[in-house]
């Protein structure tokens, strides 16, 4: 293994991920991918989409980046599981500005999609970080 030297490693405070005051945030989505949810989760290894999204320039917290998963809908939910997990990746494309006129979608058109995102704070094992609660269309 080789030694690799990097200015400032060891004064980081390591934290990767600031957060922001709880607010609405102009964003856009600069990553999406499928995967499945953690070990955690109601229904472990099922499908979902991971969103990250960052805050546009100009405004306040410009370059804050969020993250967050939308459950596809999958055999193991019930009707009710289902019409909601539905109605979240709806209004998520909704507020992107990307139509919904078929039962299907490209991931594609939702990269580089400006929305805006609603962001409070959760605590987890005595960390805060900031958690999308909603998504709504700029104006």
């Not at 293994?1 to 400032?8: D, N, R, Y």
């Not at 979902?48 to 320039?57: D, N, P, T, W």
């Not at 979240?88 to 490209?106: H, W």
């Amino acid at each position: 293994m080789a030694k690799i030297g990097i200015g400032g490693l060891k004064d980081s405070d390591g934290e990767v991920f600031k957060t922001v005051p709880p607010g609405r945030y102009p964003c856009r989505i600069s990553k999406i991918e499928e995967g499945e949810s953690s070990e955690q989760a109601k229904y472990p290894g099922s499908p979902v989409l991971r969103i990250g999204a960052k805050v546009l320039k100009g405004n306040e917290s410009a370059d804050a980046y969020f993250q967050f998963t939308a459950t596809l809908p999958h055999d193991q939910m019930n009707d009710e599981e289902r019409r909601k997990a539905v109605a979240r990746i709806k209004r998520i494309m909704v507020a992107a500005g990307v139509n919904v006129d078929e039962d299907a979608f490209d991931t594609d058109d939702l990269m580089n999609a400006e929305l805006g995102l609603v962001v409070d704070e959760k605590t987890v094992d005595g960390v805060t970080r900031n958690n999308v609660v909603d998504q709504y269309r700029l104006e």
